[in-house]
């Protein structure tokens, strides 16, 4: 199982590090990762991905410079550092672990997902 935590209500322009973290090392060590959210009446979307050795990262657009996606293969633990928060960037965020060892943006990559932690950036 995967668990998500670490989000928060922040002020737009503040930070926060959300930490996702595996019941067995199992389950994500050889795996691609990826972070996603929901907004209110929105879909939910891509926001980063890594791969199993942590040398490879995508981000989407929205996030691109203000968000960093990171893992540490012996905690088994997966991060994703926000900075320069912004209202829109609320959402539930989910982290999930993917299919195959590469960093993914498509959601059907992903086998295992946390059950989501809340960020609220209030302007």
């Known amino acids: 199982q995967l668990q998500a935590s670490g989000g928060g209500l922040v002020q737009a322009g503040g930070s926060l590090r959300l930490s996702c973290a595996a019941s067995?090392?199992?389950?994500?060590?050889?795996?691609?990762m990826g972070w996603f959210r929901q907004a209110p009446g929105k879909e939910r979307e891509i926001v980063a991905a890594?791969?199993?050795?942590?040398?490879?990262?995508t981000y989407s657009d929205s996030v691109k410079g203000r968000f960093t996606i990171s893992r540490d293969r012996r905690e088994n633990t997966v991060y994703l550092q926000m900075d320069s928060l912004k209202p829109e960037d609320t959402a539930v965020y989910y982290c999930?672990?993917?299919?195959?060892?590469?960093?993914?943006?498509?959601?059907?990559?992903?086998?295992?997902w946390g059950q989501g932690t809340l960020v609220t950036v209030s302007s």
């Open positions: 999930a672990a993917g299919r195959g060892s590469a960093a993914s943006t498509r959601s059907e990559s992903y086998h295992y």
């Open positions: 067995r090392r199992t389950l994500i060590s050889n795996n691609g």
């Open positions: 890594i791969n199993w050795r942590g040398d490879d990262t």
